[in-house]
């Protein structure tokens, strides 16, 4: 390992403060001699105090008057890294400079590696599974019809590798955004992140340009941080739901061509909406029809509205 390494942590807040501070506090107030942290902060608009429990903190704030997004919001911060490595760190984990510590000698030691991740735990001790591999057209015809939900040892779930326990190392396409350790180097190579993506893809995009690259991204449980997670309310379910339909969109896109895109555009409409509905009934017990239905149409608005721009 060089003498010393410069490490870009980057946190985009909304509405997180407490959880900022805490996710940050290890490398606000713990040093190392071999590594040194820059800390970079994008508020999203947040209506919270954020800006008032942030501001006097060792960090740099880049303060936005609304919520840009995921993407834009990193790719602002990309703009003033200049270290060796950035660090995608969410609010909701907690974590340790050790595990930077230990992230880093791995990615020092493997020239090939572009992307590591730790293992990652609930409050409760458990795994969670963060890795996964890229989707294609097939496997998203499996996702839509449900079959790798009903049968997922015959067609394998995308893009969470939902079947493996995530017990050992491993090389992988793919590791969840919350804790990404990243060579900026690599990350300036591919552009930093595709804006397009409000929220949800916009790391599994990231990943599939590294490895198209030809670099490595790399899962370890050599060592482990805490991911949060958790429920939200209703509302906040709804509008996780539709970004994640929507981006899913630009991802069928981008990447599977125009004529299968229509296909999955038509399948999540004619198949998985009353299938995601149908099912909502049973596991919630109220009706959900008007709820889930409104999720896909406002989905479906924003296709016709946005199409020129995907």
């Known amino acids: 390992m060089k003498n010393i390494i410069i490490i870009d942590i980057i946190v985009i807040n909304w509405n997180s403060g407490n959880k900022t501070?805490?996710?940050?506090?290890?490398?606000?107030?713990?040093?190392?001699?071999?590594?040194?942290?820059?800390?970079?902060?994008?508020?999203?608009?947040?209506?919270?105090?954020?800006?008032?429990?942030?501001?006097?903190?060792?960090?740099?704030?880049?303060?936005?008057?609304?919520?840009?997004?995921?993407?834009?919001?990193?790719?602002?911060?990309?703009?003033?890294?200049?270290?060796?490595?950035?660090?995608?760190?969410?609010?909701?984990?907690?974590?340790?400079?050790?595990?930077?510590?230990?992230?880093?000698?791995?990615?020092?030691?493997?020239?090939?590696?572009?992307?590591i991740g730790p293992q990652q735990?609930?409050?409760?001790?458990?795994?969670?599974?963060?890795?996964?591999?890229?989707?294609?057209?097939?496997s998203s015809v499996f996702e839509l019809t449900s079959l790798s939900k009903l049968f997922p040892t015959v067609f394998l779930?995308?893009?969470?590798?939902?079947?493996?326990?995530?017990?050992?190392?491993?090389?992988?396409?793919?590791?969840?955004?919350?804790?990404?350790?990243?060579?900026?180097?690599?990350?300036?190579?591919?552009?930093?992140?595709d804006d397009r993506f409000f929220v949800y893809f916009e790391d599994l995009d990231v990943s599939k340009r590294v490895i198209n690259k030809g670099y490595k991204i790399h899962y370890t449980t050599s060592c482990n941080i805490i991911h949060e997670g958790g429920g939200s309310g209703e509302k906040e379910k709804e509008k996780r739901l539709l970004y994640s339909i929507n981006s899913r969109r630009i991802y069928w896109?981008?990447?599977?061509?125009?004529?299968?895109?229509?296909?999955?555009?038509?399948?999540?409409?004619?198949?998985?909406?009353?299938?995601?509905?149908i099912n909502t009934l049973f596991k919630e017990k109220r009706v959900a029809f008007f709820s889930t239905t409104h999720i896909y149409i406002s989905s479906l608005k924003s296709l016709i509205k946005k199409e020129e721009e995907i």
């Open 253 to 277: 896109k981008k990447y599977f061509g125009t004529i299968n895109y229509f296909i999955l555009v038509l399948l999540s409409l004619t198949i998985e909406l009353p299938l995601r509905v």
């Open 121 to 138: 735990k609930n409050e409760h001790g458990e795994i969670i599974r963060t890795c996964g591999r890229f989707p294609s057209f097939i």
């Open 157 to 193: 779930p995308t893009p969470i590798m939902k079947e493996w326990n995530h017990s050992e190392s491993r090389d992988v396409d793919h590791i969840m955004g919350s804790y990404l350790l990243i060579k900026r180097s690599v990350l300036k190579e591919i552009g930093g992140m």
């Open 21 to 115: 501070i805490n996710a940050l506090s290890c490398y606000l107030n713990e040093k190392k001699d071999n590594l040194v942290c820059n800390i970079i902060v994008v508020d999203n608009g947040s209506k919270d105090n954020s800006l008032n429990l942030l501001k006097n903190k060792e960090i740099t704030l880049i303060n936005n008057v609304e919520n840009i997004g995921f993407g834009k919001a990193c790719n602002q911060a990309f703009e003033i890294c200049n270290g060796d490595y950035v660090l995608l760190l969410n609010p909701d984990t907690e974590s340790s400079l050790m595990v930077l510590e230990k992230l880093v000698a791995i990615m020092e030691n493997n020239s090939g590696y572009a992307i």
